[in-house]
């Protein structure tokens, strides 16, 4: 709309020009805004097997479909992955400390569904997370115990497990 605005502008044509302007100046304003503020999605860094898949479909809690659906996607106007979640637990009070969710996998540990999430943290020590590990379970709980790893300097696993649900006796009478 910009561009035939200024198009009709070279050739003199007032009302297609005015249009333009009013309209696709706005128009082209907002869309570099979203662009510049574009969080793109996290791919999965290995596919599941079949078996994780049919795990999933039986104990994944909502939290953890939730993140799976939240980092899978397109995001505007907000710093990186699970920010919020971040700063809530501890981790990401200021920018150049916090965690970057670089990405996650799914995948079975010992007979239970689990979501590990990436991140690279060079502003957290392995230890500063392992204090958290209670407050990152009541954060993505209930239903999910966490397990914390580092599998390299700088790199941090957070492996969301789902605890299945034990059928409880009924309560008599």
């Known amino acids: 709309m910009t561009l035939s605005a200024i198009i009709a502008y070279i050739f003199e044509n007032a009302t297609i020009n005015l249009i333009g302007f009013s309209y696709g ?15 793109k999605p996290i791919k999965p860094t290995q596919q599941p097997s079949p078996e994780v898949v049919e795990l999933r479909k039986v104990q994944a809690t ?10 899978t996607r397109y995001w505007y106007g907000q710093d990186a992955h699970l920010d919020t979640a971040l700063k809530k637990v501890g981790l990401g009070p ?5 965690p970057v969710l670089t990405g996650f996998h799914e995948t079975e540990i010992k007979g239970a569904y689990a979501l590990v999430l990436e991140f ?3 502003g957290r020590t392995f230890d500063q997370w392992m204090v958290k590990q209670a407050k990152i379970e009541r954060f993505f709980g209930p239903g999910v115990r966490a397990y914390i790893s580092q599998p390299q300097e700088g790199a941090i696993e957070l492996a ?5 649900v034990t059928a409880e006796a009924p309560i008599s009478a």
């Not at 909502?62 to 980092?71: A, H, M, N, S, Y």
């Not at 969301?160 to 299945?164: K, W």
Request: net charge negative.
């Open 94 to 98: 200021s920018k150049e400390a916090q």
């Open 160 to 164: 969301l497990i789902a605890e299945p």
């Open 120 to 122: 690279s943290s060079p």
């Open 25 to 39: 100046i706005p128009i082209l304003l907002g869309g570099l805004a979203f662009k510049i503020t574009e969080l």
């Open 62 to 71: 909502q939290t953890q479909t939730q993140i799976v659906k939240d980092v």
